[in-house]
């Protein structure tokens, strides 16, 4: 199983959409929010299972703010993040993991990618496609992947 991340893309869908060419074919692409509308648009094009949740710039009220997802025996939370004062640390997202018994947390926000791992949580944050704040300032996506059963890896990759 190949599991694309993304989040932040603010409506500048280009990069996006050269992200998802390169890394097709995958089962499974998550956005993380500030999609600025074209989740509709991209539920049509893509060919694999789409989760995204709404960010601080999404005002479509039928967006999901939390949403919790399965895939292989993993369970994980997707959330924009703007709600967890990320910029005071993760605490907050540990803390939605062990509310939704989940192993994986999935979040956007701070434009800035992070794999982190603190027992058995991961969270994951793919950083932005459009406006990075990391150094450097790369544009930044995720790509998981999952062979027969064994746990996910994942891996952020630059543009």
Known sequence: ???????????????????????????????CGDIDGEHIRLREKLNCTLHVVAGNNDYDPLMDRVKVIEFGNYRAVLTHGHRYHLYSGYDPLFYLAAENHADYVFFGHTHVPVIHEEGPVTLINPGSLTYPRQHGRQPSYIVGTMENGKRPEFEIRYI
């Open 1 to 31: 199983m190949k599991i694309l991340v993304v989040s932040d893309t603010h409506g500048y869908n280009d990069t996006m959409y050269e992200v998802i060419d390169k890394e097709s074919p995958f089962d499974m692409l998550i956005h």
